[in-house]
Every structure is written in C-alpha cells, then in structure tokens.
C-alpha cells in the first residue's frame, strides 16, 4: 500500500499559502488544513467569551476546552466553534488584530499541535493525503512530510496582495491600512516560529513575480519533484 501524501507548506501572511495550498490538494485530490484558522477559531472564542487575551493560562485552557469543527474539504473548508459558522467572523479586523497575542502562546502552540496532527492524520486516512499550511508545520508539526515548501514573497508583494483581498484595492491608502496585519503579525508570529528561511529539507519557492496559476503550479512542480520515484 502507498503510504498518504503529506505536504507541509509554511510560509508569512499574504504570501498566497492558503490559496495555494488549497488549490494544489484540490488538484492531488487530498484533504487541506488551514491551521491558521485554528488560531483565528480559538481567538474569536475567547473574544466571544470574554476571555483576557493576556491571561495565558485562561487562553490555554480555552484552547483546550474549545468546541472546534474544522472541515478539511478543499472545496469548501469549513470552520465551526460550538456548532456556529465562523467561517467569515475569524477573517474579520477584530481578530485579525487579536490573534497574534492568541498564536504566540506557546501553551495554545502545543495543544494545536497536537490537534493539527490529529486532523492531518484522519484526512490523509480518508483521502491519500493531505496539504497543511500554516506557521511551522515544515519544523515543528510535520518535519517528516513526504513534502515541505516554504512560500514567500517579498513584502511590497505580501502587502499588495493583502491589501487587495481585504480591501479590493492596492492603493497606497489601502495597503497601508493592511501593514498592521501583515507586517506586525509576522514579527509577533517569528518570535515563536520559524516561517521566513527555509529549514534543511524545505524546498523556498518565491511567488513574489508569480501570478495565482503560476505560483499553484510551482508547488505541484516541487510535489512532482519530491514524491519521483
């Protein structure tokens, strides 16, 4: 029997990861994690709760206690917290400016790792395989993925791209309101994970001058790469 398809994908924000990754398990026909959702998913519980996001071990035992449903469909990812669609809610400002006070709680770090393994290992069983992306899947939650890839891009690129997803514009007033999020999250983020050099064994591809296709195919081209025979 051929063992399932892992592949590990980390990389900043705006860097096309979540895109990327879900169009190549698309193509593969496996299952995809966002685990970055999960972290959004946890920071809108807390939020909805009350729960004092500087209060460590309160977040870590929400972390724990959380009621999470995340699908791993990458045709139609879902995420649920106490049977509530939150999908749209943990995209919003609210937690996207929250989540990093969330994400470098290195209690939170180690329960979601063990969660995040559980998810990969069930959705490969169904599917063959599976694509996880996120922060440190490469080093951290998956070092042995049959496939790791770090996606970057450089950062007036991030910006742009970011920009126009959360506000259909790339005009300089409107990257600017996106520099927050992007930029500050990845200096909070790489003070507890490793998302900027590529580690020994992962494979950099840079889609700073690659449009969505491009960039999809660059992934599938290390995947084809990685798995030859």
Known sequence: ?????TIAIDG?????KSSVSKAVARRLGVGYLDTGAMYRALTWWCLEQGVDLTDGEAVAR?????????????GAPTVAVGGTDVGEAIRTTRVSTAVSAVATNLDVRAVMRTLQRDLMARSA??????????????TVVAPDARVRVLLTASEEARLRRRSA????????????ATRDQVVRRDRDDSTVSSF???AEGVVLVDTSDLDFDESVEAVLDVVAAETAE
């Open 1 to 5: 029997m051929t063992a399932p398809l």
């Open 12 to 16: 900043p924000s705006g860097s096309g």
């Open 62 to 74: 929400a972390a724990r206690e959380l009621p999470l449903d995340i699908g791993t469909d990458p």
């Open 125 to 138: 069983e169904q599917t063959g395989g599976v694509v996880a992306e996120g922060r440190d899947i490469t």
């Open 165 to 176: 997803e959360l506000h259909g514009s790339v005009d300089a007033a409107a990257v600017e």
């Open 196 to 198: 900027t050099e590529a």
